[in-house]
């Protein structure tokens, strides 16, 4: 059988603000002790999760997703905001949403990156968008149901800071015991000609 990959699309955070994530996890962890949390350096806010790719054809969505990223410029985005998916009385991801100037670049790069990927023959799992970064995901034992509906309400102005997306990484997937471990497999520079927020 053909060798594969997991492979999904994203940009990474700085270091900054992975400190400042880091330092909120700390925080909240305590009202969610069955939480599996992200580590910083694996920060990530996903543009697309395509699944599993024969290797073979990872050049191929690696050169789609650089072509569909060229024309953009840098842009300005915020981490800001403690939510949860499904929502926060029955929490399973607990995450910060993404704002700032930069949100209707963001959304248009998306749409590019997943209509090329969708060319080269890889649409995404999921096409719809609500950018945010995965801060750890919860699987409460039955009986021990966690509610973070105050913890979301009490850090709903929290923000992480702005900084500058410059760069979209297709990255591969590889569950450990420990939990996934992501590796760059390509980077696409942001450096074209449509307008974008800088700092």
């Given amino acids: 059988m053909a060798s594969t990959s997991r492979i999904f699309v994203a940009f990474t955070i700085p270091d900054v603000q992975r400190t400042r994530l880091g330092r909120l996890q700390g925080l909240i962890a305590p009202e969610m002790p069955n939480a599996r949390w992200v580590t910083p350096e694996m920060f990530h806010v996903t543009l697309a999760f395509l699944g599993d790719i024969p290797d073979t054809d990872l050049n191929v969505v690696c050169r789609a997703v650089a072509e569909a990223s060229k024309g953009f410029k840098p842009f300005t985005v915020n981490l800001q905001s403690l939510g949860a998916f499904p929502d926060p009385a029955r929490p399973r991801v607990a995450w ?104």
Avoid at 104 to 110: F, G, I, K, P, Y
Avoid at 143 to 165: C, M, P, Q
């Fill in 96 to 199: 910060v949403g993404v704002t700032g100037p930069g949100l209707d670049v963001l959304a248009d790069l998306q749409q590019s990156v997943v209509r090329a990927v969708g060319e080269a023959g890889y649409p995404p799992d999921d096409e719809r968008f609500s950018p945010h970064l995965t801060l750890g995901r919860l699987k409460p034992k039955k009986g021990d149901e966690v509610d973070i509906t105050k913890l979301v309400a009490h850090y709903r102005t929290w923000s992480a800071g702005n900084f500058t997306v410059s760069q979209v990484v297709t990255f591969s997937s590889t569950l450990t015991p420990e939990g996934p471990a992501y590796m760059a497999m390509s980077r696409a520079p942001l450096r074209g000609e449509k307008p974008g927020s800088t700092p």
